[in-house]
């Protein structure tokens, strides 16, 4: 596959899993927190929308290093590190505002305590692996006769800027 390939496998994926884990750099070291993520494969970018006198406010404005990661509870993962940056345009938070964003954000978009967060991924890899029972079977396989359990899915791995 392409580099381009991979990294619409990568987005794709991460666009199925509505919570991602993001992580930024803290006085204490790394700090993740779930959060809903909003993402745009076309633009290459994650978005979440957070209230702007937060802790991940001021670690990205201090260190916009960062990682998100996805999971779906299952056997498939996507992993970005990247960096990220605050967006207080009220323009922004208006086209990623979402009927689920209203659920914590009352007062709408025009609320100028809400922010957006652009995350821009640098690397990107994804595990897709497959269902919960064919990788037990694969284990078990392995086990009874003494090899090692592979194929237990694809990585994929590319550079995305």
Excluded: C
């Excluded at 987005?11 to 992580?23: D, E, Q, S």
């Excluded at 978009?109 to 995350?119: E, H, K, N, S, Y």
């Excluded at 595990?127 to 064919?134: A, C, R, S």
Aim: hydrophobic share 45%; glycine share 8%; proline share 4%.
């Amino acid at each position: 596959m392409s580099d381009h390939e991979d990294i619409d496998r990568i987005f794709a994926m991460a666009g199925k899993i509505r919570t991602a884990m993001l992580v930024t750099r803290g006085a204490e070291g790394p700090h993740a927190r779930p959060m809903s993520a909003i993402v745009k494969a076309d633009e290459r970018l994650v978005w979440f929308l957070t209230s702007a006198d937060s802790a991940k406010e001021w670690e990205i404005e201090a260190d916009g290093t960062s990682a998100v990661t996805f999971s779906d509870g299952g056997n498939n993962h996507v992993a970005f590190t990247g960096h990220s940056t605050v967006v207080s345009d009220r323009a922004t938070v208006k086209r990623l505002w979402s009927t689920a964003a209203q659920a914590f954000y009352p007062q709408g978009p025009d609320d100028p305590g809400i922010v957006a967060l652009r995350f821009e991924p640098a690397i990107g890899e994804m595990w897709d692996g497959p269902t919960m029972i064919v990788s037990l079977a694969r284990m078990a396989a392995a086990v009874i006769t003494g090899t090692s359990a592979d194929n237990m899915g694809d990585d994929v791995s590319a550079r995305i800027n």
